[in-house]
């Protein structure tokens, strides 16, 4: 198949590597960093690395374009949300956990201050 230009490959190489090999990564990355109390900039910041490294693999194993600006863009915006996604549920889960007494279930992302206090 012929690589696609904003992508820098296949469209199927893209794919498995943003969220099959990397994915699971950013998931991780974001649970790691809310498990720690730490910012949600962190993900940002880690999550583009992610993206940086998932180039250079899109490259060496998959023969990419490694300078594909489209591509880096799209994986790292992709690779940023799952991992938001992972620090928001893990933020969420944390305060109404450790903090029973106070804090309550609002969905799967949420929290809210419990009313018979």
Aim: proline share 3%.
């Amino acid at each position: 198949m012929e690589p696609t230009p904003i992508l820098g490959n296949t469209l199927g190489a893209f794919l498995l590597l943003t969220f099959v090999v990397f994915g699971w990564a950013a998931f991780a990355t974001g649970n790691g960093i809310a498990s720690r109390w730490q910012s949600l900039w962190w993900v940002v910041i880690y999550c583009t690395l992610l993206a940086t490294a998932e180039r250079f693999i899109d490259y060496a194993l998959a023969e990419g374009d490694l300078l594909s600006i489209g591509g880096f863009l799209v994986s790292a915006l992709i690779l940023i949300a799952i991992g938001l996604v992972a620090w928001r549920l893990t933020h969420a889960r944390m305060m109404v956990t450790q903090y029973p007494w106070l804090y309550e279930p609002a969905g799967l992302f949420g929290w809210r201050e419990k009313a018979n206090r």
